[in-house]
């Protein structure tokens, strides 16, 4: 029956799930926490000192739950920091050893991969749940009876049911309650969203079980989450609530995008960061993802789009569907816009110049080259057939970078021009055009941000002073910049 969990299994040791299953230990140290994982690497990154996963704080919170070793900085007026090493009982275990977690667990939390389908039918739009559904018959297996199932891959609607229906299906005998709980960490931010949550959504049937068993997750959470923080609704709603919200944080991207669009082409000083201010400042609208720039990346927008758009296309709404995909539309046209004014800028031709890319990973503060806006940029340059694509990142490896490039479909000479340097005087060294790709905060420039809290990416509207003869390293903040090479080096 339901009650109090004492033991929760995490399926998928990824991104959402590792980092959440350590929180969750970390706040519930009556509670054993198991992650699991068929990746045996993986598992082994998790249980040592370098975690598969580079989130600010994680080590620490994994360090207490997993192996009861808990860090606490004393400042005492006058001495130098120390630190103080306390005990703690681990509860926090990762391992291959799936069958037993969920055989002992009362919550299992599924956190396996939804990626795009990538052929046959929704090929480019649809989810692929195939890892939900193996995981979903390995839980119908062995989970113990009245086992609470939450669904915490970000998943097309309708999957919870899915869920059940495979349960019933190998378990007719047994009642279990299948729950939404989306994840709303994003990547660079981990912890700090973990710890802090806007708000955590539960979603459930509204039967007496289902109530019941949201009841039993939303103890867990309430273990450091204020209850009025924590939002339960139906389950259909919770799924739909997820992609909605992604949804709406990229389109007010879009929607700043398209008005430094507008900015650059009305000429007249018209700057998209004023804009931006103003309009932030509004208190129905907020300050928040309201940045101008080169576009969104990341592998959660434009996925979560797609999948409100299919649904909506499913449903017949087509002016809905169509509503939704004009944000990704925006996107693409915005970083091709971006290659375009660089070559309008250099005379409509990059033949013999160097173009240096600063930034490479989808955001600052990540190391993550996935789903990365430049690979588009330095894709349509290259097709330009500039002397040379110098690019430098001050946070991703050089190999990963490498790895991405090569799989956006360039010709060997295209690619012989691209070159990964760590300095990123080298990078741009000579160069006709700088583009930054990325919000690093070290590539802020007096002239180029305008403004220290301002904007550090390159906005389209920035496109123009940071071009060709336009661009004056000198003006870049230079210190910054000097930190950064010794960071990387
Ligand atoms: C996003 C959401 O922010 C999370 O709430 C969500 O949980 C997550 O997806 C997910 O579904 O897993 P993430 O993709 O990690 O998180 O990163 P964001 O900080 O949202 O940034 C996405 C992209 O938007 C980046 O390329 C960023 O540079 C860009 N961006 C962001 C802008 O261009 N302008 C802005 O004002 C803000």
């Known amino acids: 029956g339901f009650g109090v969990a004492r033991s929760i299994c995490f399926v998928g040791a990824g991104f959402v799930g590792g ?29 040592s000192a370098h975690l598969p996963i580079h989130e600010d704080g994680l080590l620490k919170v994994v360090r207490a739950a997993r192996d009861g070793t808990v860090e606490k900085t004393i400042a005492l007026p006058g001495l130098p920091r120390a630190i103080e090493l306390k005990q703690r009982q681990p509860n926090l275990v990762f391992s291959t050893r799936v069958v037993d977690a969920i055989e002992e667990a009362d919550i299992i939390f599924i956190c396996v991969n939804t990626p795009t389908k990538t052929h046959g039918i929704g090929a480019g739009s649809m989810a692929d749940v195939s890892a939900i559904e193996s995981a979903t018959r390995t839980v119908a297996k062995h989970a113990k009876q009245g086992a609470i199932v939450v669904e915490k891959s970000t998943v097309p609607c309708g999957t919870a049911q899915m869920i059940q229906d495979i349960l019933r299906y190998y378990r007719p005998d047994v009642e279990f309650e299948v729950l939404s709980n989306p994840e709303f960490l994003a990547e660079g931010t981990a912890v700090e969203n973990l710890m802090h949550p806007d708000r955590i959504l539960i979603g459930s049937a509204q039967t007496l079980a289902g109530l019941r068993a949201a009841a039993v997750v939303k103890d867990v959470y309430g273990a450091w989450v204020p209850a ?190 691209i070159k990964i340097l760590t300095n990123w005087r080298e990078c741009v060294q000579e160069a006709s055009a700088v583009c930054i790709l990325t919000q690093w905060k070290q590539f802020r420039g007096r002239k180029l941000g305008s403004g220290n809290k301002k904007a550090p990416k390159l906005a389209i509207a920035w496109a123009k002073s940071c071009v060709a003869d336009k661009v004056d390293i000198s003006e870049m903040d230079i210190l910054a910049l000097e930190e950064l090479a010794r960071d990387k080096s």
């Open 228 to 417: 009025a923080r924590i939002v339960t609704v139906n389950t259909f709603s919770s799924e739909l609530a997820k992609l909605v919200a992604n949804t709406m944080l990229a389109q007010r991207i879009s929607s700043i995008n398209a008005v430094s669009a507008m900015c650059e082409e009305l000429g007249l000083g018209a700057d998209v960061e004023d804009v931006s201010l103003a309009i932030g400042k509004d208190a129905r609208l907020g300050s928040n993802f309201l940045q101008a720039g080169v576009g969104f990346g990341g592998s959660c927008f434009e996925k979560d789009i797609l999948n409100l758009a299919y649904l909506a296309r499913e449903l017949h709404l087509d002016v809905v569907a169509d509503y939704w995909l004009a944000v990704l539309r925006m996107n693409e046209d915005q970083r091709q816009r971006f290659a375009r004014n660089v070559v309008r800028e250099l005379n409509g031709s990059l033949r013999g110049k160097k173009i240096a890319i600063l930034g490479f990973a989808f955001k600052d503060g990540t190391n993550d080259t996935r789903n990365s806006i430049a690979v588009h940029v330095i894709k349509d340059l290259a097709m330009e057939m500039p002397r040379e694509i110098a690019i430098f990142d001050p946070g991703c490896a050089s190999a990963e970078i490498r790895e991405e490039i090569e799989k956006a479909g360039l010709t060997p000479s295209q690619l012989e021009r």
């Open 19 to 47: 980092p959440t299953a350590a929180v969750i230990a970390y706040h519930n140290p009556h509670i054993q926490v198991n992650v699991v994982d068929l990746n045996e690497e993986r598992i082994k990154s998790w249980n």
